[in-house]
């Protein structure tokens, strides 16, 4: 089994230095329709999504930097310790299922110095692999 | 879970959450290229809150570079708001906040005994016509607040035209001014639509932000959130009045089977209620009303005399007779509203 993990960062919305070419056009179209074929919520609340991705976007463009998808949930993120973990392509509920703590017990800052988590004398360090894993235990 | 719905589901609890118009009063004043913003909402959401929060900082930010003006409908509520020092004009917490030492002469109110801001009736216009508000020099910014436009259910009907009286008191104010001017118009949705809503040709069928851009003008309509339905059941207001009161729930009731989309082909007849275009409307297939654009039409239906036509009682009774039977359609909302106005007018 290879140790590399399959990426977890997403579609490319806008590219490097904020280009915007044919596949990230295909690409935000595409994230568009996936967001409104979501069952479950009101047209009201998929509509203000996409208006929040169209105005980062337009940012990110002015800004000349590049958008994913992750980095787009990112972005939206309610509080610091989901940013991280939605950046690095889990949402809560993976990640503290991968952990095996739970997700309250993963959102608390008590239980977080810095970038590592520790959770009954496990410590997990959360940093950048070229593997692609999001965390390691120490 | 997915990210997106892990995002999509932190941003309905955060709606939720945020109950109160603070939070959305300042997005929409992000709107900079609007003059109108008007705030449709339940009770009890805060937005007259939330606006007098904005009044009080701009006044302390920009002192004599900033005109405020507050405005209701009749001379009864602002003579009980300026009574006693201005006690309920602005509400206590936010005395406390900006520390005001309010008192009041004629219209004015003072803090510290520097102008604050005047309180006017909309009722008044006439009187006040012709009084030196407005300042050519003034460099400054101008807000004008009209709270509670909409008349209550059962409220007595004023004897003076709503939207006239409004559009004298802008006049008197602000004659042309274009920029730096922001006008609020803060009122409960309720079954009938009032006259300054119909005057932007648009009424919110659902809830959320509607941009007329034409018009400079943003709609809010406000959709109640959970916590404050969960806060309201049990209250006595709930026991009483259940939950169908639409000043509550903020829900604009109109009957949809009576809009008609279909193409008009032929134009019937013109149905008057006064010498402006504005009062006319015409009858396009027999049963299709829209509103008069200036066709050439030869037969009419005056709904009162001295209106330079043919007055026939049996043929007014007879429009009469066919709208009480829904027998008209209507191209837009706008126009079953305005159409319905103009009856009532008539059959006083």
Redo the contacts between chains.
Sequence with gaps: MSKYKKSRRGRTLVSKSGKLNASNKKNIDAFKN??MS?K??TD???R??IADLNIIIKQRMKDGKKLT??GF?GE???DKIERML?NA?Y????ASEELGVSEAELLDMKNWSGDKFTHAKDTWLFSFKYTGAAFTKI | ????????N???K?HNQSRWYTKELKSLLGNTWAMFYAILGGRMTGKSYALMDYLCNQKRKKQDQCKLYWMRISETSTKFMLANKAEKLVDPDLVRKYRLELSTKGMNVYDRGKMFMQVMPLSAMGKLKGNAFFDKDYTGEIIIVLDEFQLEQGEKRTSFDILYNFIGMIENIARTTKNKIRIFLIGNTLEEASGILKAFNFLPE???RFYLKRKRCIIDNIEPTEEYLKDRKGSAADILGGNEMSNYTNELKKDLSLICKQRLTTPSYLIKFGKTKQNMFIVWDGNIITRYKGQAIKSSVAMKPYLDDRYNPERRQTVIDIFDAQGYKFDTLITLSYFQGELQKVRK
Aim: aromatic share 8%; no cysteine.
């Design positions: 996936e967001i979501s479950e919520y009201a609340e998929k203000g999504l998808t992750t949930f939206l993120a309610s939605v392509g949402s809560i509920e993976e | 879970m997915s990210l997106l719905e892990q995002t999509l932190n941003r309905r955060k659902g809830f959320g």
